[in-house]
């Protein structure tokens, strides 16, 4: 049984050169190479958003949902930001 399977995609034309001007470079040996590389890229990015939805996103809302006083009016959360900033730049 094969481990490949052989798709046939239509791109943009800037997609297209981009990816001929990568394997021109000596970048990547193969058009091939170059979607794979960019579909790697792509399912790494998935994973990094997924874990951080998990990790902090999720408990952030679930400790909200327990105890709503926790909230903040958006009002109270641009001045918080704003005096974030303000210490950030004054530092500088």
């Known amino acids: 049984m094969r481990s490949t ?3 046939s995609i239509t791109l943009p034309n800037e997609m297209a050169e981009a ?3 990568k ?5 990547y040996a193969t058009e091939s190479e170059v ?3 960019g579909l790697r890229t792509l399912l790494a990015r ?4 997924e874990d951080w939805l998990r990790g902090h996103v999720a408990p952030a809302y679930d400790a909200l949902m327990a105890d709503p006083e926790r909230a ?3 009002d109270e959360l641009r001045a918080a930001l704003s005096a974030e900033h303000a210490k950030a730049t ?3």
Do not use: C, P
């Open 5 to 7: 399977q052989q798709f």
């Open 35 to 37: 979607i794979r590389d």
């Open 46 to 49: 998935d994973r990094v958003v």
């Open 23 to 27: 394997v021109a470079a000596g970048e």
């Open 72 to 74: 903040v009016t958006l």
């Open 19 to 21: 990816i001929r001007a």
């Open 90 to 92: 004054a530092r500088r």
